[in-house]
Nanobody, 122 residues
Framework: QVQLVESGGGLVQAGGSLRLSCAAS????????MGWFRQAPGKEREFVAA??????DTYYADSVKGRFTISRDNPTVYLQMNTLKPEDTAVYYC?????????????????WGQGTQVTVSS
């Protein structure tokens, strides 16, 4: 079993920065690909970023490319968020997958954290 705990969310003004952390414990999470997703009220959960087990492969949604950076220092995964916009407001979730690939679909992930709220004011 894998446990994921997110932290670092909060309220920030547009243009500001936040760094989210995801502390993983349990099985060999260092061998798992990890992802960040977000869900705004009334919307579906969407892919934000993902990183392969080695940390060298990273993937981003077009909406955050150039502003967000995913990294890992096992057993913690980070999401550095810069130049935040009001449309980035959502609950952010960390997830882990046992797949060898680095998927973008929420259904491909096996373990999820409880989420952390990010609110960006205009």
């Amino acid at each position: 079993q894998v446990q994921l705990v997110e932290s670092g969310g909060g309220l920030v003004q547009a243009g500001g920065s936040l760094r989210l952390s995801c502390a993983a414990s349990g099985r060999t999470v260092s061998a798992y690909a990890m992802g960040w997703f977000r869900q705004a009220p009334g919307k579906e959960r969407e892919f934000v970023a993902a990183i392969g087990w080695s940390g060298t492969d990273t993937y981003y949604a077009d909406s955050v490319k150039g502003r967000f950076t995913i990294s890992r220092d096992n057993p913690t995964v980070y999401l550095q968020m810069n130049t935040l916009k009001p449309e980035d407001t959502a609950v952010y979730y960390c997830a882990a997958t046992r797949r060898s690939s680095v998927p973008r679909l929420p259904g491909a992930y096996d373990y999820w954290g409880q989420g952390t709220q990010v609110t960006v004011s205009s």
